[in-house]
């Protein structure tokens, strides 16, 4: 049977999914069955940011699969410890303790539970245009009607969404039931979108005055992806509470939970747990990919190389009207165009020419690319786009 039919028979049918198959990726590319190489601007989704396969990340997994590929949560391990000093040192100020799991979701799960436990309080509120991840808690927190719909009878009942970038919303929705107010800095599956600059400062003014906590959900946009550690530094705001995952382990499975310690230190032996969260496999992965990330000076990188991704996507923007908006930070990049069916076709026709890249929020092409990506690879991407658009 080939592969496509096993996975129609055996796996089940929750994605929709591109009619590619992958079989290897280095840097830059991944190849498919046939040995055909792709230009990859969907980087797994703002995880592979150091690219496929790092050779440092591949390094150090490979020493740690010999030594020591699991233990319990039980005991301590140096991998562990050595992780959460260094998240502190990268995290935003006052995030200095941490919950490992194995997910964006899983990160977020905790984060909901620990706010509840810290303040006693159980109302979140929650963005409109929000994705949070797919358990039950936290599809409650995420926008899309369709993902949680068919649930609500074990979703609780805890969330008010208001408008994404507006604070009197907020502030109208605060009552001293709340216990936190969780937002993307950047939202990503809501289709890249960057809210005001006076959103987060005053968020973060508005859940001092009421002792809300502000959870800050940097599991797209940490890591580097914005041109800083994580996109709350571009609004000088430090959050009480952070979650991340997706680029952390370079690819390996790994979430966290970063809070302030005072908070977190409302977690009690019991409260929480995950067989694998801190996994030493993924601990390593993890810092290994920090290093890398250090000596790479990739904040700066970003910087330098999202400005001129920018820059040509905003003069195509100009020459083609069937791009509505370009947007984003750094390399997290959106290019609304006009209706879903062009998205897709552009999709599709640029995996013909030899790119992966993303859709989201149905006519947002997202561009997540590796952060190691260079001039070149993004000339060739926007010549074959104007290519498209203009043919
Ligand atoms: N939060 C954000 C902002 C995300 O983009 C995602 C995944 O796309 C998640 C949470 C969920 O992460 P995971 O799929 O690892 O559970």
Redesign the pocket.
Known sequence: MRTLEVYARHVANTYNKIPLILTKGKGMYVFDEKGRRYIDFVGG??VCSLGHCPTSVVKVLRKQLGKLMHASNLYYTHEQANLARLLAQICPNGIEKFFFCN??????EGALKLAIKHTKRSKIIVMEG??????AL?VGATWKIEYRKPYEAIIPKVFEFVPFGDLQAVERAMNDQVAAVLT?PI???GGVRVPPDDFLPGLRKLCDERNVLLVL?????GMCRTGKWFACEHWRVSPDVM?M??ALGSGFPI?ALGARAEVMDSFMPGDHASTFGGNPLACVAAIETIKTMKKLKLPERVTKTGDYFMKRLLELAESYKQIVEVRGKGLMIGMEVVSKEIAQKIQLDMLKKGFLINVTAEKVLRFVPPLIVEKSHIDKLVDALDQLLGG
């Open positions: 989704i703002a997910s964006g979701a899983e990160a977020n929000s994705f949070h991840g797919r358990t936290t993307e939202q990503g599956e959900d940097e599991i797209q946009t979650t995952a997706k979430g």
